[in-house]
């Protein structure tokens, strides 16, 4: 049974930063995909970054490039997301994610199974 546990969500004036964590459980990760996502109030739930656990390959979204900085460490089973030079529109509940990679491609940006409960990230203008 995979567990996705984040961590570190709060509340920020804009350009300034957090880092969120993911701790994984319940199986080896040698061969998953991480990402992260985040839904804003009224609004789908969207693709932010994505990292391979083995290689370490990561993918972000424009919006996020040059200010988010997605990490693993692979003796902690924890994943990283770095996020500098917040703004207001990145506000929203970030969660955690988790799909086993069938094959090589690269990046993986759809059908993550496993899920956090989410933490909140709210940036004041």
């Known amino acids: 049974q995979v567990q996705l546990v984040e961590s570190g969500g709060g509340l920020v004036q804009a350009g300034g930063s957090l880092r969120l964590s993911c701790a994984a459980s319940?199986?080896?990760?040698?061969?998953?995909?991480m990402a992260w996502f985040r839904q804003a109030p009224g609004k789908e739930r969207e693709f932010v970054a994505t990292i391979s656990w083995s290689g370490g390959n990561v993918y972000y979204t424009d919006s996020v490039k040059g200010r988010f900085t997605i990490s693993r460490d692979t003796a902690k089973n924890t994943v990283y997301l770095q996020m500098n030079s917040l703004k207001p529109e990145d506000t929203g509940v970030y969660y955690c994610?988790?799909?086993?990679?069938?094959?090589?491609?690269?990046?993986?940006?759809?059908?993550?199974?496993?899920w956090g409960q989410g933490t909140q990230v709210t940036v004041s203008s």
């Open positions: 319940g199986r080896t990760f040698s061969s998953y995909a």
């Open positions: 994610a988790a799909k086993y990679m069938y094959g090589s491609m690269w990046p993986q940006l759809y059908g993550y199974g496993y």
